[in-house]
């Protein structure tokens, strides 16, 4: 046949694959979650996401260095608080001597240069078990009163040493409020990264296994967005740019990814996606029962993010696929 474009000539092989290749993924693009728990020389398996655990400070540090040598430059810190530390009001989320801010203190003393994602939201220090306060009478989620106790949250969160913070509540008018807040003290280094189109969603179960914080009643519907809207993202994403954003994050990722795409075209700012626990975690069980090639569906969904738009993605992914890419 007298074919004049054959576009198998850009894939016949391994050497011109890798130069017309689109998209890449380096560790620098990757951001790891880890989970911390009180104790000292401790490692709590996860069950629901093999190969991760919950750590104690001093293995943190350790978790933190072998990320660190592997490329990955920023973790995200979640905590697993003690139940008897958890009040309607989630003050423990602003006590200068809590697990979490102790472990920024202890990661940035050992690797000055690991950056550090502080998470902020009320629900693992809440004893109702969501992002904001509830009124006790009605059930209702408080956004203007919540956004008071976030901005508590976010300075104590600044005097530690965090780097970046992720405010994943979404209450309206939050990244104005903190912007404001961290300012106001000084604080105008430390970034912003909105967790600006968090869906309520079916993906994060091992996560709130992980750290025993889902909701004691009712659901996170109300503030997290419905996962049938798209447009809706663009929306909040004018709102998180015009307020002060850094960076913009859609949360999950692989059902998500015309949502990344979207914000990518609608804004300069960088993009980020999470990778959540149940993305993780479905690959993880087909690869262990050989249903899949757990290696290369990992690297495929994470080059996907990439295609979409995503400059950066927080994925449990992050050590195996550094290890796999300094290979």
């Known amino acids: 046949m007298s074919l004049l474009q054959r576009p198998r000539r850009n894939r016949k092989n391994d050497a011109i694959r890798s130069m017309v290749r689109e998209s890449s993924v380096t560790p620098h693009d990757l951001i790891a979650p880890l989970f911390v728990r009180e104790g000292k020389n401790e490692r709590t398996p996860i069950l629901s996401m093999p190969g991760h655990a919950r750590l104690s400070i001093d293995q943190l540090v350790t978790e933190a260095r072998e990320l660190y040598a592997l490329g990955v430059q920023c973790v995200a810190l979640f905590p697993a608080i003690e139940a008897a530390k958890k009040t309607s009001d989630a003050r423990e989320a602003w006590n200068p001597d809590n697990l979490n801010l102790r472990a920024i203190k202890e990661i940035k003393n050992a690797l000055p240069a690991m950056h550090i994602l502080g998470d902020i939201a009320l629900d693992p220090y809440s004893s109702d078990g969501h992002d904001g306060l509830v009124d006790p009478k009605t059930g209702e989620i408080l956004n203007d009163a919540t956004l008071e106790a976030l901005a508590r949250q976010s300075i104590a969160s600044a005097q530690a040493g965090v780097d970046i913070l992720g405010p994943s509540d979404m209450m309206d008018g939050r990244i104005a409020h903190l912007r404001r807040a961290l300012d106001g003290e000084g604080y105008t280094n430390v970034s912003l990264m909105s967790y600006t189109a968090k869906y309520a969603s079916a993906f994060y179960g091992p996560f709130r296994d992980a750290l025993d914080s889902a909701p004691k009643k009712g659901d996170k519907k109300t503030y997290q967005m419905d996962p049938a809207n798209g447009r809706e993202a663009l929306r909040e994403a004018s709102l998180d740019e015009a307020e002060g954003a850094d960076i913009l994050m859609v949360k999950p990722g692989l059902p998500y990814l015309d949502v990344v795409y979207r914000l990518r075209q609608h804004s300069a700012l960088p993009?980020?996606?999470?990778?959540?626990?149940?993305?993780?975690?479905?690959?993880?069980?087909?690869?262990?029962?050989?249903?899949?090639?757990?290696?290369?569906?990992?690297?495929?969904?994470?080059?996907?993010?990439?295609?979409?738009?995503?400059?950066?993605?927080?994925?449990?992914?992050?050590?195996?696929?550094?290890?796999?890419?300094?290979?």
């Open 271 to 327: 993009i980020a996606v999470y990778n959540v626990s149940g993305e993780y975690a479905m690959i993880k069980a087909a690869a262990e029962r050989g249903w899949i090639d757990g290696e290369r569906a990992m690297m495929e969904s994470l080059v996907s993010f990439k295609r979409a738009g995503a400059d950066i993605i927080l994925t449990y992914f992050a050590k195996e696929a550094a290890q796999l890419l300094q290979r």
